[in-house]
């Protein structure tokens, strides 16, 4: 079913009020892709009575108040995507299309949506209960950050929403325990995963707010910190001083179980738009996740520029085989299927079914990391788990063809031995669309190595063997690749160095180039903020003019000369 959000879904339901009250700044789509959703369907599942409203009118009460106030506390995210990054490009112009809005016009979400939908709500319900802000727009701003496009260090959003808690991460593994403990009049500020403040220090001690304001190498030290105490295994409670304040930060609740993600995959999600929003038009974001499949989360790559292993974790947790399978069934009953599973996946496509021994039994190494400079020994790629799965889901009645559409890390084949070049024959033979994702970033050793990124030899291996493949298939297919442009430590030569390997060594010219977005809670932020390499502490070239910006991406999107020859009658 879907979740209520007008009051004669709640009256149908018999519910006389309800418990909780989540806010979100996306169109609410009943799916296991959206993170607002997963939230709802986990505590009504337990006995809560919950309703969603979404994407709220800022000039009224009409929305914010249609469903009453709750019992127990009001849910506030900003969306599946970090507002100011929905709303403003790399080069911080105003979008005009929104995914996540019927219609697709950007007109339904405010700016610091999170903020806004907690004043919002203060404004209409004065002493109201707990106001709690979670997903990935709280949960990457939870301590003092750089803010790209107010270009300043802002406070943790807790104090500048004046909200109660913050549940960073993905929250659906403790948010029954958080919801509980309020229906039980007890403390949650014990529990894993939460962000309070408090009058008093607790935990290791961050640099104060206003340190990081004033001095980088403090913003440095902050976000080490930080960092390394967001594996569930091995961190420990962290605290930051604003002003006479604490923002403290529980260590992170251990990570969901196989058993877990497959019971939360079994709530009986509609896989579509709620009728309310649906007569306000489309939504294009669920083009793509209605008939998909999220089979895994986390990523252990690490990439600097992103923020997934600080949202979802360096660890990969991933669903049984038999939850996949079930919910391909479900799919394939669904009306509108066509027989296409359009996407089977995760963060990254190819991270299913292994992970390193030590790292889930000692946590995630300070050391070194997985896949840079080179893949670890100890994770020991396997991708034959998922060759079978996606055998066994092309079986199923009613299913024509899977797809693997979510990027590929082409390291993680190479070093797979035994499995990899047998899974990727296979994918190449039956599960690409014409086109398959990877993401090389950049040519540049020293980019790559700011960025995180494996060396270019592999790009160029990987890519001779699927276009062997492909041929031996019988299949006109190529590789996708992702670039960044604008990254710190990238000037007009490293681009220009970009646009000549692409075109000698890939022969094409690439399209698929983003300028690099500072982004909270990514060490490539931390860069773009403090012009140095935080490791080396080496000041590093850093472009932060937008016109030059835009140079870096035109100098390798740019496509040759093409020249008119006329042919002279005779």
């Known amino acids: 079913m879907f979740l209520p959000t007008t009051k004669a879904e709640v009256k149908k339901l018999n519910w006389s009020r309800l418990d909780v009250i989540l806010v979100t700044g996306d169109a609410y789509i009943d799916s296991p892709f959206i993170g607002i959703a997963i939230i709802g369907k986990v505590l009504v599942d337990k006995g809560f009575r919950v309703g969603i409203i979404a994407q709220p009118d800022m000039d009224s009460k009409t929305d914010i108040s249609r469903l009453g106030e709750p019992a127990l506390f009001w849910g506030i995210t900003g969306g599946c995507v970090d507002s100011m990054v929905t709303n403003y490009t790399a080069l911080k112009k105003r979008r005009k299309q929104d995914d996540y809005t019927p219609g697709g016009i950007n007109n339904r979400r405010p700016d610091r949506a999170v903020i806004a939908y907690s004043n919002l709500v203060r404004k209409y319900f004065k002493n109201t209960c707990p106001i709690v802000l979670g997903g990935i727009e709280a949960s990457l701003r939870r301590i003092a950050h750089y803010d790209f496009w107010s270009n300043k260090i802002r406070r943790s ?47 290791i001690e961050l640099p104060s707010f206003k340190a ?100 979802q974790g360096q660890t990969v947790q991933f669903r049984s085989e038999d939850s996949i399978i079930n919910e391909a069934k479900i799919i394939s009953q669904l009306e509108d299927f066509k027989g296409y599973i359009t996407d089977l996946g995760g963060p990254t496509a190819n991270m299913y079914g292994f992970e390193c021994k030590k790292k889930l039994k000692k946590g995630a190494c300070q050391d070194k990391r ?54 990727l024959e296979k994918i190449v033979k039956d599960n690409v669309s014409g086109q398959m994702k990877i993401a090389p970033e950049h040519t540049m050793p020293h980019v790559l190595n ?20 492909s041929k031996k298939a019988g299949k006109k297919q190529f590789l996708t690749y992702y670039l960044i442009a604008a990254h710190p430590g990238c000037n007009m030569k490293d681009m220009d160095a970009l646009k000549q390997f692409t075109s000698q060594k890939l022969k094409m010219t690439p399209e698929q180039v983003q300028i690099f977005t500072p982004s909270p809670s990514t060490y490539s932020t931390l860069m773009y903020y403090t012009g140095l390499d935080p490791f080396s502490m080496a000041p590093i070239f850093v472009e932060k003019n937008p016109v030059n910006k835009e140079k870096q991406k035109k100098a390798v999107t740019k496509k040759p000369p093409h020249h008119d020859y006329k042919i002279k009658n005779p």
């Open 157 to 203: 959003i807790l104090f500048d929403a004046k909200a109660d808690y913050l549940l960073f991460g993905m929250a659906h593994n403790f948010i029954v325990k958080f919801a509980s403990a309020l229906k039980d009049n007890k403390n949650p500020e014990t529990l894993n995963g939460v962000a309070f403040i408090s009058k008093e220090k607790k935990g």
């Open 212 to 311: 990081v304001q004033k001095n980088r190498e403090e913003y440095i030290k902050s976000f080490h910190t930080f960092y390394a105490n967001n594996d569930p295994i091995t961190a420990q409670r962290l605290c930051q001083q604003h002003n006479d304040r604490y923002l403290v930060l529980n260590p992170p609740e251990p990570y969901s179980t196989t058993e877990e993600l497959d019971h939360i995959h079994s709530l009986g999600f509609e896989r579509d738009l709620h009728p309310f929003y649906k007569k306000l038009g489309n939504v294009r974001a669920l083009d793509t996740i209605r008939f998909s499949i999220p089979t895994h989360y986390g990523c252990y790559g690490e990439c600097n520029f992103c923020a997934i292993s600080i949202h």
């Open 370 to 423: 997985c896949l840079f400079p080179e893949p670890c020994k100890s994770l020991a790629p396997d991708h034959s788990k998922q060759i079978r799965l996606i055998q066994k889901i092309e079986k199923l009645p009613g299913i024509k063809k899977v797809f693997i559409s979510s990027g590929i890390r082409y390291d993680l084949i190479l070093n797979d031995k035994k499995h990899g070049m047998a899974f």
């Open 450 to 469: 700011l960025m995180g990124k494996q060396n270019i030899d592999m790009l160029l291996q990987f890519k001779n063997k699927f276009d062997s493949l």
